[in-house]
């Protein structure tokens, strides 16, 4: 089978990237399915990941804290932070698994901190590291749309 750029949700289109030019950024034959790769350009640096939906282009950067997701792990459509064990759906862009600080997903609803089976329940000391915890925001995947011409995989990057 062919790879194909995976379908995603419209509305998740990152900022300025609808009216960005196409750039060639890696051949498709150095992705194969079920692999991660990061490329920057300047500041930018984006997640390009072959998954059965097809490949995707997103931020590099967990939507929770920042953390390059092209380290985490990739199961089937879902990226695992390598920093506080939160999964995104790379297919609709949607936390599949709140990170381990807790916090407000993307529609605003609170989280706690969370604590694996078996282990006793985090204490969250009261205090400014507490609160920026309850106040931080796990936003939704961004994307960037992305064709395959002649073998390469090119993406819509803004400048500027």
Known sequence: MDPRPAAFP????????????FEPVLDVSELPEGT???????ELDILLAHTPAGIVAT???????????SIGELEDCVVACPLHEGRFDLSSGE???????GGLDADGAYHPTWSPGGRDAKVDPP?????????????????YPLRIVDGRIE??????
């Open 155 to 160: 993406v819509a990057i803004p400048r500027g």
């Open 127 to 143: 205090g400014t590291k507490a609160e920026a915890r309850r106040l931080t925001r796990v936003r939704r995947l961004r994307y």
């Open 36 to 42: 991660m790769r990061r490329v920057s350009r300047g």
């Open 59 to 69: 931020d590099d950067r967990c939507p929770h804290m920042s953390a390059p997701l």
């Open 10 to 21: 419209a509305q998740l289109t990152a900022l300025a990237a609808a009216e960005a030019e």
């Open 95 to 101: 936390t599949v698994q709140m990170p381990t600080t």
